[in-house]
């Protein structure tokens, strides 16, 4: 029984969303009870109130005050402020994690998030110091510097930019694959006729169908969005799907809209969503745009939260796959391309599907389960189609 232990908290959705994908690739890879995975929440799990609460104020600011966060981003840049940081989760969460990795004693620790990095590669080094330490970044374009801890054994990142950043601060060549950002196995199977699943999520197969979303939180103008679209006179149908945002979902889940529209919280069924809309309306989530493009739909980048998010958008806007459309105005312009008169794609729709499938890279997770598995004995080392930088 080889065991993995994933190290994420839940600021936003797409730290959890990774390490579900990795476990269902580890899964999907190994017979059945030879793998052990547990992922732990590396802020709750390993102190008490209120510093375990830390990560829920995430939410609220990139919500509410973007411009804190931004700020905080660029902000905890220089050396000097990152090996504060560093000090910090030691210190506070640094007993609980050696106790989770006494008690686990996994063979290989994952971690998919920023924070959990430098400080726990020297947990790590004191309790379990042959344990290799893997790092998935999940940042397409401009990753923290705080991601990079040039101890990590290995490090798996979606980009040329990351890989480049990596380097930049330290990080060894050879210790380097770019696989993707990884998400779900699930968003590689095929989910069924398109106008049978609108169908089935009681909408009109007729119509184009955007799907609004706005990450695991239900961040960005997701209310304008969804009320501009509704009064542009286009033959189209919605999908808002507002995540956690509580507030969000009962404004809009209690009004009447002039197309058809269904709201929704957080739903599990994303890849099913993806296959029955035409095009989505998103913030720049790295997870969300990877997943959307893999489903092989344009999408219209109404909003990215400062700092990790910003890189985001022009590495999918430049691909082809995305428009940016910071006003919702600039959505319905955009949907006016996409879309003619009748509801019927137009060729710039064709081309955009085109690109955002090109710019997919579906088996991201399988790639980083075959590295992890290799460096926990149990395959032998990977195939060379991942490209080292
Ligand atoms: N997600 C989900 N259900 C929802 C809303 C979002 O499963 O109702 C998932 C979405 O498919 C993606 C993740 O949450 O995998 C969001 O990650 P992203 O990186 O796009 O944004 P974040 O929430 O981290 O800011």
Known sequence: MKRFLFLMTDTGGGHRAAAEALTAALEQMTPPGTIACRIVDFMKETTRAPFARAGDLYGPVVNYAPWLWGLSFYATYPRPLRRLGTWYIERVHGGGLARILREERPDVVVSVHGLATTAVARVLRRVAPQTPFVVVVTDLSIAHPFWFCPDATAYYVPSRDVAERAQRHGVPAERITIAGQPIHPRFREPQGNQAALKRAFGLPPERPLVLIMGGGEGTGPIRAQAETIAQSGLPLSMMVICGRNKRLYQRLSTRKWAIPTIVCGFVRDIPARMAAADVLVTKAGPGTIAEALTAGRPLLIGKYIPGQEAGNVSWVVDGGAAFYTPNPHDVVVALQRLFDAQG?????????????????????????????????????PPRPSVVAV
């Open 344 to 380: 019927r794609p137009t060729p710039h729709y064709a081309e955009m599907a085109a690109n955002a499938r090109r710019m997919a890279q579906p088996d991201a997770a399988l790639t980083i389960a075959r590295g992890l598995l290799n460096l926990a004995g149990k395959m032998s």
